[in-house]
């Protein structure tokens, strides 16, 4: 054989190449590494999402390293690269730059395998939801910027059961303190959270704004977030879809989701609502006692280090400053369908 052997398999006359290990090797890798990205996709999303972002990161970066330094062989020292008439150190440098942008590119392949897996993954399960017609509707926003009203509304709707996870973190930390436990002790919230029980969510105590603050401290820690998620996640795999509605379902509980909501309002509209809500209950607050609470609770959730109050890419914003309970339920009707017919923007 003369020439290089990649271009010899192509041009032969009887295509032996294509069974050649040699030759297949590559593809069977970047097949093997594609099938695990579909997997992994398929396991968890938000995971998977993150070890695709460090890879294509990663092999990038390397292979724009040793282009660099292949570019500078080329240019500055061609004698090193076209014979061997120079110094032995020389020509090591230059195999190991070599086998370095060989290694970057098998890297690059790999990044590119497992994206690949993992967009397979995803066509895949949106065709079966939506042979089956599920509904999985994910709304996060700030305190009392409307999502819990709307989710309601739309769970009504849609005749989707609906779950507000705020609750589930209010409900951890009234029983820590119940407990005797501090807000902050991890040990105690993890306990507390690992054996809370569903049928205690219907408190009205856990409406009040202490609760509310108690859980954004409760809310920060990753153990805590990680006992809930399990719950939340089997509580979205009912048959029909569900409803789910709290600052992280969007972009960890439900990255899947058919349509994600992010609801907005400005702050001293939300302490407005929110301080007429605990008037009409009779809990003795000002409004500016509720604006400073919402901004500290802004503030904690959306600075956390885990799953941080944030709205998903995908997300359609809606900001209910000017809007009432059933203007917002009407844009927010809206944007689901257009979703459902494939088509949908940004903003409503
Ligand atoms: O939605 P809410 O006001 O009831 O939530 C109370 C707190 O719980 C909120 O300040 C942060 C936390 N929370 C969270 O971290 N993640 C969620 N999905 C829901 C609530």
Excluded at 84 to 112: C, E, I, N, R
Aim: with cysteine; hydrophobic share 45%; aromatic share 6%.
């Amino acid at each position: 054989m003369s020439g290089p052997y990649f271009l010899e398999c192509l041009s032969g006359p009887n295509g032996d190449c294509f069974s050649s290990p040699f030759f297949l090797a590559p593809f069977a890798l970047v097949a093997l590494v594609a099938a695990g990205g579909y997997a992994a996709r398929r396991a968890d999303v938000a995971s998977f999402r993150r070890v695709r972002r460090r890879a294509l990161r990663f092999s990038t970066s390397l292979l724009i390293l040793s282009l660099a330094a292949v570019g500078y062989f080329l240019i500055f020292d061609p004698q090193t690269v076209s014979t061997t008439d120079t110094s032995p150190h020389a020509q090591a440098v230059w195999a190991a730059t070599v086998s370095g942008l060989g290694a970057s590119v098998g890297f690059v392949a790999g990044a590119l395998g497992l994206s690949l897996g993992g967009w397979i993954a995803k066509q895949v399960g949106r065709r079966e939801r939506m042979n089956v017609q599920r509904l999985v509707i994910a709304i996060d926003g700030p305190a009392a910027s409307g999502k819990g009203t709307l989710a309601k509304k739309v769970a009504l709707h849609y005749a989707l059961p609906c779950l507000d996870t705020g609750l589930l973190y209010r409900a951890v930390a009234r029983d820590v303190i119940a407990s005797g436990g501090e807000l902050s002790d991890p040990i105690a919230a993890v306990a507390a959270a690992q054996a809370l029980n569903a049928a205690t969510l219907d408190d009205g105590r856990l409406r009040g704004p202490a609760a509310g603050d108690a859980a954004s401290i409760v809310a920060r820690i990753p153990e805590v977030r990680a006992a809930l998620l399990k719950y939340q996640r089997a509580f979205a795999r009912q048959p029909n879809g569900a409803v789910l509605d709290g600052r992280d379902i969007g972009t960890v509980v439900c990255p899947d989701a058919d349509i994600k909501i992010f609801v907005t309002a400005s702050a001293e509209e939300r302490a407005r609502r929110r301080h007429l809500e605990y008037q009409a209950r009779g809990e003795a607050t000002t409004y500016e006692d509720v604006l400073s609470d919402i901004r500290r609770r802004d503030a904690r959730d959306s600075s956390r280090d885990i799953s941080p109050m944030e709205p998903a890419r995908d997300a359609v914003h809606l900001d209910t400053t000017a809007l009432d309970a059933d203007a917002a339920f009407q844009a927010t009707l809206e944007a689901i369908e257009a979703r459902r017919r494939g088509r949908c923007g940004k903003n409503v």
